[in-house]
C-alpha cells in the first residue's frame, strides 16, 4: 500500500484557550505519519493567555487538510464573526475527511454552517447558546456525528484528540499514546462538570463567566442576524 500522511490543521486566533490547542497537538504528534499546520491570518503571532505562538502558517496559503481541528477560548467570539478566518474555515472544511473542534470552537463550526441538525459538544457554561445555532448540543466529552467530531471543554480535547486517532488509525495506537502521555486523570475534587458540582458552585462558577458570556450572547446573535438576512 502506498504510503499515506495524515495532515492536521490547527485554525488558531487570538483569545484562544491554549489547552484546547496543545492537549490535542500535543496527542497528534504522538501519532504515526501526521503531518501538523499550525495556521493563523497572514500567519502573524497569536496571543493566548499570555502564552504567544509564533512561526506560524498563514491560514489562507493551507490548500487542503486531513483533519481541521478548530480549538475554542472566549476569542472564538470574536474569530467567528472575521469574515476572512471564517471563509478559510469553510474552505477547508468542505475537503477534509475530518471537521473537528475543541470547546467553543464549535461555535466557529456552527458560525460555519457546518453544524446544523448535527450533533457536538460544546464548553458547559455555553450549551444552549450553541442549540440556538440550530445545534444537537450532547452533554459528553467526545461527541461524534459522521465526519464531524467535537470535544467538550477544554481538557476534554485530550478525550477528543484519542478518540480521533483511533478513528483515523485505530484503537491500538491510541491506546499506545494514552499510555505514553500518562493520561490517567484523577480530578482532586470531582467538581469539574456542573452534573458533579454543588449548585452554589455552579451558581458562583457562572457568574464569574458573566462578561464572556455576555460577550458570547452578542457573537451568536449577529451570527444568527446574519444568517437570517442570507
Not at 47 to 61: E, P, R
Not at 65 to 74: A, E, H, Q, R, S
Not at 184 to 199: I, K, M, N, T
Amino acid at each position: 500500500m502506498p504510503h499515506t500522511t495524515t495532515h492536521v490543521v490547527f485554525p488558531i486566533f487570538d483569545g484562544m484557550s491554549h489547552l484546547d490547542f496543545t492537549g490535542p497537538h500535543h496527542v497528534f504528534s504522538s501519532a504515526p505519519d501526521v503531518c501538523i499546520s499550525v495556521a493563523s491570518i497572514d500567519g502573524r503571532d497569536i496571543d493566548a493567555d499570555g502564552f504567544v505562538f509564533s512561526g506560524l502558517v498563514d491560514l489562507s496559503q493551507v490548500e487542503k487538510c486531513d483533519v481541521l481541528c478548530v480549538p475554542g477560548g472566549f476569542g472564538a467570539s470574536v474569530a467567528m464573526l472575521n469574515e476572512s478566518f471564517m471563509r478559510d474555515i469553510r474552505r477547508l472544511a468542505s475537503g477534509a475527511k475530518y471537521v473537528t473542534s475543541v470547546c467553543t470552537g464549535s461555535f466557529i463550526l456552527a458560525a460555519a454552517g457546518l453544524l446544523r441538525g448535527r450533533r457536538a459538544a460544546t464548553y458547559w457554561a455555553n450549551r444552549e447558546l450553541l442549540g440556538e445555532m440550530g445545534v444537537i448540543v450532547e452533554n459528553e466529552r467526545v461527541v461524534r456525528d459522521g465526519n464531524i467530531i467535537t470535544g467538550g471543554g477544554v481538557t476534554a480535547g485530550i478525550d477528543f484528540a484519542l478518540v480521533t486517532i483511533a478513528e483515523i488509525f485505530s484503537s491500538d495506537v491510541a491506546e499506545a499514546i494514552e499510555l505514553r502521555v500518562e493520561y490517567a486523570p484523577a480530578p482532586p475534587f470531582g467538581v469539574g462538570r456542573p452534573e458533579a458540582a454543588s449548585p452554589e458552585l455552579v451558581r458562583k462558577v457562572r457568574y464569574d463567566l458573566g462578561t464572556s458570556l455576555a460577550g458570547w450572547r452578542t457573537a451568536v446573535d449577529r451570527v444568527m442576524r446574519n444568517v437570517d438576512a442570507a
